[in-house]
């Protein structure tokens, strides 16, 4: 899968659905794809048809202020060590499928085997709102 195939599913999926996940420009967006696979917090999910999931959750450095600009991305002070005690930006998703949404969320626990204790936060209209850990469990049953 190239970094292309990528940017091209995100751009369809904003055609039929919403243009409020990966509101990048294409520069940007390449460098935030690139960025999140390198650090291991790209989740992606495919099918017979090709992409059916992308997500990028990442732990923040600080703890946020409920302003957008302190849950963008940044390497300050993150870790292997000290990644699973950090507030985590859940900050864009899309799922075309109910197989590719389970699939994702359970990566996402996974690979944060300690999301259930730490904070999580996503944009939502430009306003920080934090995710209750229902809302991860609802989304493996929806």
Known sequence: MLLSDLIIFIKKTQEVKSKKAFPWADDALGQYLTWAFSKNYLFLEADKDGISGLSIVYPLPFESDKTVASILPSDTGINSENEHSKELA??????????????MTKKFM?????????????????????????????????
């Open 110 to 142: 996974e690979r944060f085997p300690n999301w259930e204790n730490q904070k999580k936060v996503a944009s939502r209209k430009s306003i920080v709102v934090t995710l209750p850990n229902k809302y991860f469990k609802l989304l493996l049953k929806i």
């Open 90 to 103: 859940i900050m864009d998703t899309i799922f075309k499928t109910e197989t590719a949404r389970i699939a």
